[in-house]
């Protein structure tokens, strides 16, 4: 609760430093980041909205009062039981706490129907994003939320080996997807990161393909992507894979997709620039002419969001700096042919980094 409430704090001086007077939390990451609470976003309004004075409350239909009590620290939840209450809520609120002219930080993802709604009430507030207040502070972890994002990795590692176990000819995408997603419940993950990816043969060169029906057969590729969560902290891994065979390109392929993980990978330092380790694992590719099969940044940021700051781009300004987390995933897609993705994710320490899953450099048959 203490961790909650100090981000909160934190917040109030950027709050301060925008101008901005109060923030609305829509479910998201941020409100779970700075409450404690992430239901899952729908048409039944929920919002905390906290104050630069200190103030904080929630706005919640009456079903959610007591979970709210209970993993928050905001004891003020103003109920509505209909929509025409919720109206009226918001209506004292504007007026108790004088809205009409004010500053207001709204969490980036909340549904335009809200948005709409709240714009509508007080068209004379200027609106600005929330992660402007946020991001700074989520962008470094602290020792707790690199506790749980090791945590998750080494699930993320042991599902994996647990996974290449079951690739038998005959199994399905979809039914990979599912073990997977299965073996994390077992294991006491609640939510994976991102809808699991798991593809066969030509499937692969698609770099987010959706598990379908199709069969594995002898000779295929594997591409695996998934992420099982620990405490709301994401984990990310991918491993290309083997059935029985490959070819030599396939295989060649793979060592360049490596060596192009292993440089930027190992360049991983506090003072590096993101797009520094863009170039390091991009240049690996080009200099086997396959860059125009690498059709995506080299990584992103990862936290509560799968995807955060900081990218790992082309144009990836931020400065890398210690307790950020990341990952590596070069790639190279060959349409109507293959695809090969090798990602594993890092924590960035004074003198380097820490893996949070393996560097693999090594192909794997199965
Ligand atoms: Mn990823």
């Known amino acids: 609760m203490d961790t909650y409430q100090s981000r909160f704090n934190k917040v109030i001086k950027n709050m301060e430093k925008k101008s901005v007077d109060f923030l609305f939390l829509f479910p998201s990451a941020n409100m779970y980041y700075l409450t404690g609470f992430w239901p899952q976003p729908e048409e039944r309004a929920i919002f905390s909205i906290l104050s630069n004075k200190g103030d904080s409350f929630f706005i919640a239909p009456e079903m959610y009062e007591e979970q709210i009590l209970k993993h928050t620290w905001i004891k003020d939840v103003k109920i509505w039981k209909t929509?025409?209450?919720?109206?009226?809520?918001?209506?004292?609120?504007?007026?108790?706490?004088?809205?009409?002219?004010?500053?207001?930080?709204?969490e980036d993802r909340t549904w335009a129907d809200f948005i709409i709604r709240i714009q509508n009430k007080i068209p004379n507030s200027k609106i600005s994003l929330a992660s402007n207040l946020i991001k700074d502070l989520r962008i470094r972890k602290t020792e707790e939320e690199i506790m749980f994002m090791k945590k998750a990795g080494t699930l993320a590692e042991e599902i994996m080996?647990?996974?290449?176990?079951?690739?038998?000819?005959?199994?399905?995408?979809?039914?990979?997807?599912?073990?997977?997603?299965?073996?994390?419940?077992?294991?006491?993950?609640?939510?994976?990161?991102?809808d699991t990816i798991a593809s066969f043969g030509q499937n692969s060169a698609n770099p987010h393909n959706e598990p379908s029906k199709k069969k594995l057969r002898k000779g295929d590729i594997i591409m695996i992507d998934f992420g099982p969560r620990c405490n709301g902290y994401c984990s990310?891994?991918?491993?290309?894979?083997?059935?029985?065979?490959?070819?030599?390109?396939?295989?060649n392929v793979?060592?360049?997709?490596?060596?192009?993980?292993?440089?930027?990978?190992?360049?991983?330092?506090?003072?590096?620039?993101?797009?520094?380790?863009?170039?390091?694992?991009?240049?690996?590719?080009?200099?086997?002419?396959?860059?125009?099969?690498?059709?995506h940044g080299t990584g992103h940021g990862l936290g509560l969001d799968i995807h955060e700051e900081p990218y790992i781009k082309k144009d990836g300004s931020i400065k890398l700096d210690e307790g950020m987390t990341l990952t590596i995933e070069p790639g190279i897609y060959l349409p109507n042919e293959f695809?090969?993705?090798?990602?594993?994710?890092?924590?960035?320490?004074?003198g380097g980094y820490d893996a949070l899953t393996s560097n693999p450099r090594d192909l794997i048959f199965v």
Do not use: W
């Open 236 to 251: 990310d891994i991918t491993r290309t894979i083997f059935k029985g065979k490959s070819t030599k390109k396939a295989e």
């Open 83 to 106: 929509k025409v209450d919720f109206e009226g809520i918001f209506d004292e609120l504007v007026k108790e706490f004088k809205m009409h002219k004010a500053n207001i930080a709204i």
């Open 339 to 350: 695809g090969i993705r090798i990602e594993s994710s890092y924590l960035i320490t004074d």
């Open 161 to 194: 080996k647990k996974i290449i176990e079951s690739l038998d000819i005959g199994i399905s995408e979809l039914e990979i997807s599912g073990l997977i997603e299965y073996e994390a419940r077992k294991k006491g993950s609640k939510r994976m990161s991102f």
């Open 254 to 295: 793979f060592k360049i997709v490596a060596e192009a993980h292993d440089r930027a990978a190992s360049a991983i330092k506090p003072g590096i620039k993101a797009s520094e380790l863009d170039k390091l694992a991009r240049g690996a590719i080009s200099k086997y002419g396959f860059e125009k099969f690498f059709i």
